[in-house]
């Protein structure tokens, strides 16, 4: 059985290009089978254009809420029945109402050591802190920012003449293993959490 994966995005997207590489290959186990964004002309989107996966876009300022933007983004990706969904650099905070449809099976990568900078700048602020490490986390979505189950982290040293960008692409080159590593083993060997421990496997 292939698992149905819906990503969500938000930027450039070469976090859901290697997923969407990875799926070319039957064995890998997962397909996308549609790619969710906030925010139309992203290079995201076009990546899934070119794949000929379909598309969606649930802008927050169309909505007359917060809950109601939650909800519409929910009712998107339930439409595409998906096994597992997938937070690849979407850049904002799914609520409650989309929690009650995939809590527990929606992951999410970011690029710091959680439970260390959680939040929107994970690299400036381990580069602030002067951290000698740092790396990535794919993480099970709760309700709170970056504090879910984690299932898999990568290190990354931080070099001396770093900047925030010269540190972000480094970690993303291991965050878009990590992401392809990890996803695929949950959708051919299952996973499972234990209190606060993430396990892969049924
Ligand atoms: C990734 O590092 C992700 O963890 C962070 O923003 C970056 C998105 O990169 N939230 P891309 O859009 O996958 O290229």
Redesign the pocket.
């Not at 937070?87 to 850049?91: D, E, N, P, R, W």
């Not at 999410?108 to 690029?111: A, L, R």
């Given at each position: 059985m292939t698992a149905r994966l819906v990503v969500l995005?938000?930027?450039?997207?070469?976090?859901?290009?290697?997923l969407l590489d990875a799926c070319a290959d039957p064995a890998y186990g997962a397909s996308v089978v549609a790619v969710g964004a906030d925010r139309d002309d992203?290079?995201?989107l076009a990546r899934a254009e070119r794949a000929g996966v379909p598309t969606f876009v649930a802008r927050v300022g169309d909505f007359s809420s917060r809950d109601h933007w939650d909800r519409a983004l929910a009712d998107k990706v339930a439409a595409f029945e998906p096994d597992l969904v997938v937070?690849?650099?979407?850049?904002k905070l799914v609520g409650p109402g989309f929690l009650a449809a995939f809590g527990g099976r929606t992951v999410?990568?970011?690029?710091a050591l959680s439970p260390s900078f959680p939040g929107?700048h994970?690299?400036r602020d381990a580069l602030d802190y002067g951290v000698k490490v740092t790396g990535?986390t794919l993480f099970v979505v709760d309700e709170g920012v970056d504090t879910g189950v984690i299932l898999a982290q990568s290190v990354v040293p931080v070099q001396d003449d770093d900047d925030v960008e010269s540190l972000?692409e480094r970690?993303?080159v291991a965050?878009?293993a990590m992401l392809v590593d990890t996803v695929g083993r949950m959708a051919r060997e299952g996973f499972r959490v234990e209190g606060r421990r993430g396990l892969l496997g049924r």
């Open positions: 995005v938000s930027g450039s997207g070469t976090n859901l290009q290697a992203i290079e995201g937070l690849a650099g979407f850049m999410n990568t970011h690029p929107m994970g690299p990535c972000h970690i993303k965050e878009r």
